[in-house]
């Protein structure tokens, strides 16, 4: 089975700052990987995505993802935060064997200050 | 802004009762996903149709149902509602079988 973990529940980082939030995936094969931001009281917005080819993903809002599969890990990074980047990250990973449907991990919550 | 609509934005409602949220996907999109987030639970996949279809289910309780008609929305039947069903309730689609939007949601709270 496919499962997600995302290891730091709440992260503060200071306006323009740099931003690294982990995930870690657990599957056999190799695994369909996301990113979904979701800010108060909004639904999922997908910010990247990794399919296959380059591991290194470049995304929405200046964000960015590397796979990395001797690590089992996707983790997004920001070189520059935004107050308006304050939001809850959510990875996912998801897989053609599975029919695609999405586990997500427990999601970080970011906040960010002046 | 997605292009996935939910309606209602909110529900509130009594214990035992039932209510049907519905999804309207994307122009085009043939899957529809229903998903549940709460806050002991997270976000969980509840079922999958695609073109009308069942494809995967999840952890979807046997009190909840859902279908996806000849035009392509969906709806979530929920009954013999509990407290515990609380939560946000999320369609998302998908253009294939890949890469899933999500519509906003339906929160719902059962007193």
């Known amino acids: 089975a496919q499962s997600v973990t995302q290891p730091d529940i709440h992260i503060t980082v200071s306006e323009g700052a740099s931003l690294e939030l982990r995930c870690n995936y657990s599957?056999?094969?190799?695994?369909?990987l996301f990113w979904y931001v979701q800010s108060p009281g909004q639904g999922l917005q997908l910010l990247l995505k990794?399919?296959?080819?380059?591991?290194l993903v470049q995304g929405i809002k200046g964000f960015e993802a590397e796979f990395k599969r001797s690590q089992s890990s996707f983790n997004l990074r920001k070189p520059s935060v935004h107050w308006s980047d304050a939001a809850e990250y959510f990875c996912?990973?998801?897989?053609?064997?599975?029919?695609?449907?999405?586990?997500f991990g427990a999601g970080t919550t970011v906040t960010v200050r002046a | 802004d997605s292009g996935v609509t939910q309606t209602p934005k909110h529900l509130i409602t009594a214990t035992g009762q039932r209510v049907t949220l519905r999804c309207s996907p994307r122009?085009?999109?043939?899957?529809v996903y229903w998903y549940q987030q709460s806050l002991d639970q997270g976000l969980q996949f509840l079922i999958q149709?695609?073109?009308?279809?069942?494809?995967a289910k999840g952890n979807i309780l046997e009190r909840f149902s859902a279908q996806q008609f000849p035009d392509l929305h969906s709806e979530l039947n929920l009954s013999s509602l509990e407290l515990g069903d609380s939560a946000l309730y999320f369609c998302?689609?998908?253009?294939?079988?890949?890469?899933?939007?999500f519509g906003p949601g339906t929160r719902l709270t059962v007193l």
């Open positions: 122009s085009g999109d043939l899957s």
């Open positions: 990794y399919f296959s080819g380059d591991t």
């Open positions: 149709y695609y073109n009308g279809e069942e494809r």
């Open positions: 998302a689609s998908s253009p294939r079988v890949d890469t899933q939007y």
């Open positions: 599957y056999g094969a190799t695994p369909y």
């Open positions: 996912a990973v998801g897989a053609r064997s599975n029919d695609y449907k999405l586990s």
